[in-house]
């Protein structure tokens, strides 16, 4: 079963430092990668997604994502936040192969909180 | 609003009672998916069905939990004989069919088992 794993669960920073969290996988095949974001009292909300093609992913807001392959990584960016991207960051997997096609696999999450 | 629904939006229940919740999906998705999510934790998937087939279950769908989605729209997730630590937000999402396509959450059912 394919496993994810954010690195930081809550990461504080000032409006406009640059940001990164970290998101590892386990399996090693064809993947779909994901960001979601969860505003506080908002659904999940999806960010960012990686499918083919070019490794750097640029999503809303802008954040984007860099699939480095070879690490089984998928570090979410932004080179200055602001004060509205607090909120729950999760990354998630889905595998390319046979019966688990549908299903998402989640990190258990990053709380953002960002001081104006 | 076209955006996945679900009903209701907090439950609180005694030990030992049965619950349904309800996901109502984005409506040209065929794909619908139920995730469980705890405390600090991220989702963690239950099933999907795609139209009215369920495709998959998770090995955390204990025999207790059973879904339904009976004519490929909606969907009813029944936990029977609840326990403690059914406690969770139950999450529902849907998608088209293929492979690059997202999945859309809803706002989740909040359950409570005292």
């Known amino acids: 079963a394919q496993s994810v794993s954010q690195h930081n669960h809550h990461v504080i920073l000032s409006e406009a430092a640059s940001l990164e969290l970290g998101c590892n996988y386990s399996?090693?095949?064809?993947?779909?990668l994901f960001w979601y974001v969860q505003y506080p009292g908002q659904h999940l909300q999806l960010l960012l997604k990686y499918f083919s093609g070019d490794p750097l992913v640029k999503g809303i807001k802008g954040f984007e994502a860099e699939f480095i392959k070879s690490k089984f990584s998928f570090n979410l960016r932004k080179p200055s936040v602001q004060w509205s991207d607090t909120a729950e960051y999760f990354c998630a997997v889905k595998s390319g192969r046979g019966s688990t096609l549908g299903r998402l696999y989640f990190g258990r999450g990053t709380q953002l909180t960002v001081w104006p | 609003d076209t955006g996945v629904s679900q009903d209701p939006r907090h439950k609180i229940t005694k030990r030992g009672q049965n619950v349904t919740f309800r996901c109502d999906p984005i409506s040209e998705h065929n794909r619908l998916y139920w995730y469980r999510q705890t405390l600090g934790q991220g989702p963690e998937f239950l099933t999907y069905f795609q139209n009215e087939a369920q495709l998959e279950k998770s090995r955390l769908l204990s025999d207790r939990f059973s879904a339904e989605r009976p004519k490929g729209s909606f969907s009813t997730l029944e936990i029977q004989r609840t326990e403690q630590g059914d406690s969770a937000m139950y999450l529902c999402a849907s998608s088209l069919a293929g492979v690059v396509n997202e999945q859309f959450f809803g706002p989740g059912t909040r359950l409570t088992v005292l």
């Open positions: 399996y090693g095949g064809t993947v779909n």
